[in-house]
């Protein structure tokens, strides 16, 4: 393509669209594109995060950072949007080096067909954020975020009633002859129904899903002599109720089908029966100062192997936002804690808001949801002894600061104060103090109050 060719073109660009001060691209009064920019940067300073520290452990200190890009253009018949993002710990690199640490993705990347101003049917990557985002959410924490690649299908009834129904298929590749999956930690098949129905002072919301793991069995050799596919359900209703200064959030979910995670003697998935409750109430006796008091029970497995023989009892969340649920250390369910003993968590939250600034202070009282082996008692009495079942506590305090529109400032400090029991499942030393601190910059134009991984 030659010079005139490319001015010609660049011309009549200009001639139909404009870019207005607020980086919107507007080509005509039925059709605009806007180009959205986020930063987000965090230093971590860990000792006994996720796990408890160990004798004379060195704290680790870092710092890691993502930026995001991303363009979405509207029209009344569809719209298209595409996000990349770069995620990346500082130092990674040495200051001359080419980069190829292969931190550049695509974040998200769809097109939106819109037949009604009711019904439109969303295809590609995509984050995914329903309810509280315990089962299905962004996970916004976490630097380089959660994505599906699916199709979605959307009907919304001026706000009342929304019906969401998404369908996934993975590959690892193009495929001619085969449909096996070799992707670790990802299902190869999903599909999902969300119905949200709106209430004067009530909302109600009811999910199912359908996960489908690959299951391949190979021989001594190596090679693969079995594979199919294995599905668990998950079923719930979450409700959230608002009288004046006084809130409710209530949700049951339940697992039932195949778990793939620890698999009978014979090789083959257990029997999966499961659930997940929590209830919290939250009172603000003024519009600055807030109370939340509750609770959660996510079922877990015994380690009394007699129990747990060819069923399974452990309650998985699946793709949630789970930094956000039971204490900010992530000692449970963030890439940890996964088929155990499970967790009762009664938690107690104080939260404040004046003019520019937030706090929050939250305690969490951790208990096992099912029996824990004392290894010692049990090898010499010869049957099985369980360990008390009471984990530790875990002090959360968060500060914010609003700087600008867009603009915000996060921090917090974390303690987590264990028990035998805890030492028992996860290691470390009780001696050594377990605590975590974190400061954090976030900018992110569009957005009030930019705030994340944080539940009020």
Known sequence: MNMKIISRILIITLLLCHINSYGQIQTAPEASGAISTQYMMRTEYRHGYQALADTNQTPGIFTSQRARIGYQYNTNKFRVSATIQDVRVWGATNNLSIDTMGTLSLYEGWGELIFTPKLSLKAGRQALSYDDDRILGTLDWSMQ??????????????????????????????????????????????????????????????????????????????????????????AGVRSQMKFGKVSTIAYFYYQTGKNMATPKSDGLPKDLAAYNASVEISYWPVKAMGVTIGGEILSGN????????????????????????????????????ANSVGLN????????????????????????????KDDKKTLSKGVFVAMPDYLGVELDMTLSYNFTEGIGIQGGYSQLFGTESLTAIRGGNLNESSNWAYLMILIRPGVKWPKTGIKA
């Open 145 to 234: 975020g959660r994505r599906h690649d699916l199709g979605l299908l959307k009907y919304v009834n001026d706000s009342v009633l929304t019906v969401h129904a998404g369908i996934a298929y993975n590959q690892d590749k193009d495929q001619s002859k085969s449909n096996i999956y070799y992707q670790k930690n990802n299902y190869k098949s999903m599909q999902y129904l969300w119905v949200f129905r709106q209430f004067k002072n009530i909302n109600i919301s009811a999910l199912f899903l359908n996960n489908g793991l690959q299951y391949i069995q190979k021989n001594t050799a190596g090679k693969t002599i079995n594979e199919k596919q294995y599905y668990s359900q998950t």
């Open 302 to 337: 015994s380690q009394d192997a007699t129990t747990t023989q060819t069923k399974t009892s452990a309650f998985t969340p699946l793709y949630g936002t789970n930094h956000r649920f039971n204490g900010y250390m992530d000692y449970f369910y963030v890439l940890n804690h």
């Open 345 to 372: 968590d009664i938690y107690l939250k104080l939260n404040t808001v004046y003019k520019k600034y937030s706090a929050s202070l939250n305690s969490h009282y951790f208990m096992a949801n099912a029996d824990i």
